[in-house]
């Protein structure tokens, strides 16, 4: 190989790396954030975290389903991006997520639920963005009426509202 070739081969090795760090970085928020994601995890935007506002969250794969809960009387319809689609898009490794809320409280959900469960971080209720006056901005939802199984204490109280953070362990 002469040296042409080397510092092509060179130049182009460098441009594909750099390429394929552009296309994995995580874009930074433009407005409020409302929920950070750390731990195990390889896409960030900061300090080793990857924080959200509203619409990147809405940027990615929506899901949604109507379920009733024990803190409602009534069924109602919540959208948001599934946990699994938001740790798979960080490349998440680990077996366990700790969520936490604005309050301090915290929940571990077995990343095993996330697969087996669509198991939705809410962002809208009934159509409408969710407030924290509303347990928003952001709720973990599990699809408590299609799996009866999951009506039980040790589901509900991993279904964290006024989530601000989850850490990937």
């Excluded at 994601?37 to 619409?55: E, P, Q, T, W, Y």
């Excluded at 198991?119 to 901005?137: F, N, Q, S, W, Y």
């Excluded at 939802?141 to 589901?155: C, S």
Aim: hydrophobic fraction near 40%; glycine fraction near 4%.
């Amino acid at each position: 190989m002469n040296r042409f070739s080397c510092r092509l081969a060179l130049t182009v090795s460098l441009m594909l790396t750099a390429m394929t760090a552009w296309a994995d970085a995580l874009p930074a928020p433009t407005g409020d954030i409302i929920l950070s994601v750390d731990g195990k995890i390889s896409r960030s935007n900061h300090d080793n975290s990857a924080d959200f506002d509203l619409a990147m969250l809405d940027a990615l794969p929506q899901s949604h389903y109507q379920t009733t809960h024990p803190w409602s009387e009534t069924p109602h319809d919540y959208s948001g991006v599934l946990l699994r689609d938001l740790l798979s898009s960080l490349g998440a490794t680990g077996d366990t997520v700790t969520a936490k809320a604005l309050n301090d409280y915290q929940a571990d959900i077995p990343v095993a639920d996330a697969q087996n469960y669509d198991i939705l971080l809410a962002t809208h209720v009934d159509g409408e963005v969710m407030d924290v006056r509303h347990k928003g901005p952001v709720w973990v939802m599990y699809p408590l009426d299609q799996h009866p199984e999951l009506k039980k204490a040790a589901t509900y109280s991993v279904m964290v509202w006024h989530l601000r953070q989850l850490s990937v362990n």
